[in-house]
């Protein structure tokens, strides 16, 4: 049977950087294995519009079957794959897999245009689904799939279990992957990996060496299911030989849910590996990392590794499930960075038991380590993670399908109020955004020569050669031939390759983002704005302000002055957030910070204040204004006592109505059940049950 395997389109340009999805890898591998012919697609190295070369492929090898999948805030570029599928041959056959169907499996047939859903690990389950297909026996006998019968109604079948010895499981084929393409473009900005590696021509893959997760965290859901098992090391390495001896490879991304539980497995592995000579990264759990253990580490070439911390409220831990305690996840952050190894990590506010109280408990310890350049960022609530189904049964998300379609969403789980939320979400942005820890740059300029295949359209592309010093360790990076793609803006965020700290630099290729209209314009029009004030029609002057920032994207006088007309209206809400915009978009000023600590702490959040104050310092070490204003705050009682407030409450509104609150507060099943799907159309669910 004539397969065609396509890798959805991730990237906004050929050439663009992005992950290799090593599960079509798997799958391209037993499908060979088993006897398939097996085509590839990879539309992240294609120019043109993927339905149309999806379309043309099917039809040029005549295709039976389409395969793809991927997570599901992909579901978009699956579904273009599948409509080009069915434009090249109405009749082909398509199959998706991975989190887009198994999040929610019930939905997946109306999400898309798919004829089967695979649900977990599809390496058993797509030879067995395709010879029934190529017998013409029923689908129905096959386990893990979801599919729609003749009659229009959703068959899941019987769940298949895992794959418990993973040694057996053919690699990648990174043939089919391209992976030759993905390799040879890549640059030391496209990543915070890539930029530790001191040649500045990475050639980093990825690989997994367990599957799942033993922890159950309730905003987290594990595709491949919930048995966590481990691969064989000595396949592991004879993959990675091959990896290294075929392709050139000379960095390793292990991305693997959790690396390793077991620590004599985990110094094994820093065994194995040392003689390799890689730079290397992992995720762990904070139980697993002593000090030995990261000597260790950093000692065998691993020089980043990614942590699941996302909150520092004891309560909130406990909520989440995270099974750690803030003690010791501060204790293994100070251990890491001792070791000089990179930490990667985020905060993430937003759980079922998250108050003002708890948010600002987390701040506070954020503000006191920022050396660590821990993430900041809202909780997302995602289709198949416990949060998720949770909110679906307390009434919260009311339409599955719907949800699905318009990832992400910001769904407040919160025992937060709507507008509360959302302040703190604007807040967290700022801060996240505005606030820097700066390293000086030496250089900052075009590269003699051009970065071949990261132009428009797979061209070649214009690199920049930069150097900086590192204020921690000072040792003087050279990052050359890096691309600087338009993910950044004001700053971007390097890694030291001498200590694996992390600090911030002006993006000097950066030009601001003003749209629509010309400049001359847009200041004819703040200017009338301006007057418009003067004479006292502020509300006139706040509307004619909005409508031009709304066609001159990221103008900062703008934002200034909106922020200015909101201030004279008495609305800190609007006040702080169009100083946050305006911080945001212009960091490196210390007016800008100036401005929103005036704002932030109008509102009471004085610990928000004094952050900003302290980064005016960093920027300018003279500013008299912030220095003074540091002062009055550290000598009034009644302020200085608000220093740990960094989110203040704006309404007295009530947080979301959860019954699950009242039923069981912390206590989650670990696997929940969904309430009956009501599916339009008159039609209904079908479970086939399990043998």
């Known amino acids: 049977m004539r397969v065609l395997i396509v890798v959805p389109r991730f990237v906004g340009d050929v050439g663009d950087f992005y992950q290799l999805p090593l599960g079509l890898g798997y799958i391209a591998s037993v499908l060979r294995e088993a006897g398939h012919d097996v085509r590839g697609l990879n539309l992240n190295h294609l120019v043109g519009d993927a339905v149309d070369l999806v379309a043309a492929k099917v039809s040029e090898i005549k295709a039976d079957v389409v395969a793809t999948g991927g997570l599901s805030p992909f579901l978009p570029a699956v579904e273009a794959v599948f409509e080009g599928a069915r434009r090249g041959n109405p009749d082909v056959l398509n199959v998706a897999g991975g989190g ?121 859901f594990h595709p491949v299911g919930k048995v966590y098992r481990e691969r064989p090391l000595d396949d592991v390495f004879a993959e990675l030989q091959y990896l290294k001896d075929r392709y050139d490879v000379n960095m390793v991304a292990f991305i693997d849910e959790l690396f390793s539980l077991r620590k004599a497995r985990l110094l094994e592995f820093c065994e194995r590996i040392k ?129 699905s379609k318009r990832l992400p969403i910001n769904l407040n789980i919160s025992k937060i ?124 002057a706040i509307e004619m302000a909005r409508s031009i920032n709304a066609k001159a994207r990221g103008y900062v006088e703008g934002y200034v002055m909106l922020g200015r007309l909101y201030q004279k209206l008495g609305d800190p809400r609007e006040w702080i957030n169009w100083c946050a915009r305006a911080v945001v978009n212009d960091p490196f000023n210390p007016v800008r910070h100036l401005a929103f600590a005036e704002a932030l702490e109008s509102a009471g959040s004085v610990g928000g204040a004094l952050l900003h104050l302290k980064q005016v310092l960093q920027l300018d070490p003279e500013n008299e204004t912030a220095r003074s204003w540091l002062a009055s705050i550290e000598e009034d009682p009644v302020r200085s006592a608000l220093s740990d407030q960094y989110f203040v409450s704006f309404s007295d509104a009530d947080p979301p109505h959860r019954p699950s609150r009242e039923k069981r507060a912390f206590e989650r099943k670990r696997e929940p059940a969904f309430p009956v799907y009501k599916r339009t159309e008159n039609r209904q669910s079908l479970n086939v049950p399990a043998e």
């Not at 989440?320 to 501060?330: D, G, L, S, T, V």
């Not at 189904?389 to 009311?398: N, P, S």
């Not at 939320?421 to 740059?441: E, F, G, Q, T, Y």
């Open 100 to 220: 887009v169907v198994s999040s929610d499996p019930e939905i997946s047939p109306d999400l898309m245009d798919m004829d089967v859903g695979i649900i977990g690990e599809g390496e058993a389950t797509i030879v067995e689904l395709l010879d029934a297909y190529a017998e013409e026996k029923p689908f129905e006998d096959v386990k893990g799939i979801v599919f729609h019968n003749k009659n229009g109604v959703v068959v899941q079948t019987a769940s298949r279990p895992s794959i418990m010895d993973l040694g057996t499981i053919p690699w990648p084929d990174y043939e089919l992957l391209e992976i030759d393409r993905q390799l040879d473009t890549q640059r030391p900005m496209d990543e915070y990996f890539h930029m530790a590696h001191p040649g500045n021509r990475p050639r980093a893959v990825d690989m997994i060496t367990s599957r799942s997760c033993p922890y159950s965290c309730t905003f987290c």
């Open 417 to 540: 109020n709507d507008v509360n939320l959302d302040m703190m979400s604007r807040i967290i942005w700022a801060h996240h955004k505005s606030l820097l820890n700066v390293a000086p740059v030496t250089r900052f300029e075009e590269s003699a020569e051009l970065a071949p295949g990261r132009g428009p359209g797979g061209s070649p592309g214009v690199a920049h050669d930069i150097d900086w010093t590192c204020p921690r360790c000072d040792h003087q990076n050279e990052y050359h031939g890096c691309v600087i793609g338009d993910g950044h803006f004001d700053y971007i965020r390097v890694s030291c390759r001498g200590c694996m700290s992390r600090f911030d630099i002006p993006n000097k290729k950066y030009q601001g983002q003003v749209n629509e209209l010309p400049i001359p314009e847009i200041e004819a029009g703040f200017k009338q704005v301006l007057e418009m004030e003067q004479s006292g029609e502020t509300d006139a």
């Open 275 to 403: 003689p390799m000579n890689l730079p290397w990264m992992v995720q762990l759990h904070v139980n697993s990392a002593d000090e030995f253990v990261l000597k260790t580490l950093r000692e065998a070439g691993c020089i980043y590794i990614s942590y699941g911390i996302e909150t520092m409220s004891k309560e909130v831990l406990i909520s989440m499930m995270k099974k750690a305690k803030k003690e010791r996840i501060h204790e293994t952050l100070g251990l890491t960075h001792d070791a000089k190894i990179g930490i990667q990590g985020n905060l993430i506010f937003g759980d079922s038991a998250e108050t003002l109280d708890t948010a600002n408990e987390t701040m506070t310890w954020w503000a006191e380590n920022r050396q660590y350049q821990i993430y900041l960022n809202r909780l997302g609530v995602y289709p198949g993670s416990p949060d998720f189904i949770e909110a679906v049964r307390d009434g919260l998300v009311t339409d599955r399908l719907d949800y």
